[in-house]
């Protein structure tokens, strides 16, 4: 089990950066092919809703005209540029070639290839997803249910393959000391299934619980996880008080000085919360943690 090709999804925002970084490290630690792409929005779509809304009352503003419609091609031609650096840049950065041909055998070094595709992004992204091994996208500093934040979640659960979501600040080490969250869910079963080619090549591994998942399950996944050669250690911590699930497994993850947490995507809390709630909104601009979930 390894990760051979990787998806990079980049809509050209504040996360581009960081996001590309993350997923050309990722792609030479496995040898893998990643592929960036770059979905445009389609101008005419656009006009529609907003002609639609502004026939509805829902806004004022002008005629949908010529002009209009050429700003918002300067406007996609401005993103889709921005995105196309941050891919550029990241892959310079690494030294991985340009190359949409498999060469055959097993890769012995990353490679990657730009797509840009004009549609829906929230349709488009997912069907894509579904033909790689990881998805790494961007994390923002939006907030829960603008736009950014529900198209991860429609990856995560249309596209049916792990997503690994990164800061917007490169971070400096990636999949060194791993914490897994573990509650004995599905989700969280096969978020440490799509885990396991990271856990092989870490250097620390921990298992987090907290109540009311019982202490005993936790050594059960450290115990299943000796048959893959991995060596976890695990910790069982109290009930939080005050505290989101969300914040607190950040600050668990933290204090092991994880530099990836593992987890499920089960429904808005907690990993919602995590990615674009209030107070863990602090937590992550200094953590710069990435993390890799699981539908």
Known sequence: MTIRTILLALGG????????????????????????????????????????????????????????????????????????????????????????????????AASAEWREETSLPSEFLPRRARLFDLVVVGRSDRVEDQPHSSLIETLLVEGGRPVLVAPAQAPASLGETIAVAWNGSGEAARALAAAIPFLEKATKVIILTAEPTEAQEG??????????????????????????????????????????????????APWREMLFGGATRDILSTSHLPILLAH
């Open 13 to 108: 925002g504040s996360a581009s950066l960081g996001a590309a970084d993350t997923a050309c490290r990722v792609a030479n630690r496995f040898d893998a092919h990643l592929e960036g792409l770059h979905v445009r929005q389609d101008p005419r779509m656009v006009g529609i809703d907003y002609g639609a809304g502004v026939g509805a009352g829902l806004g004022v503003g002008a005629p949908v005209t010529a002009e209009f419609f050429e700003g918002l091609e300067a406007a996609e031609d401005e993103v889709s540029q921005t995105s196309r650096r941050a891919f550029d840049h990241a892959l310079s950065s690494y030294q991985i070639a340009l190359t949409n041909v498999p060469l055959g055998g097993k890769p012995s």
């Open 219 to 268: 050594l059960a996944v450290v115990q299943q996880l000796a048959w893959h050669g991995i060596s976890a250690i695990p910790r069982h911590v109290g009930a939080p008080e005050g505290v989101a699930m969300g914040e607190f497994l950040l600050s668990s993850a933290r204090e092991e000085g994880a530099d990836l947490l593992v987890m499920g995507g089960y429904g808005r």
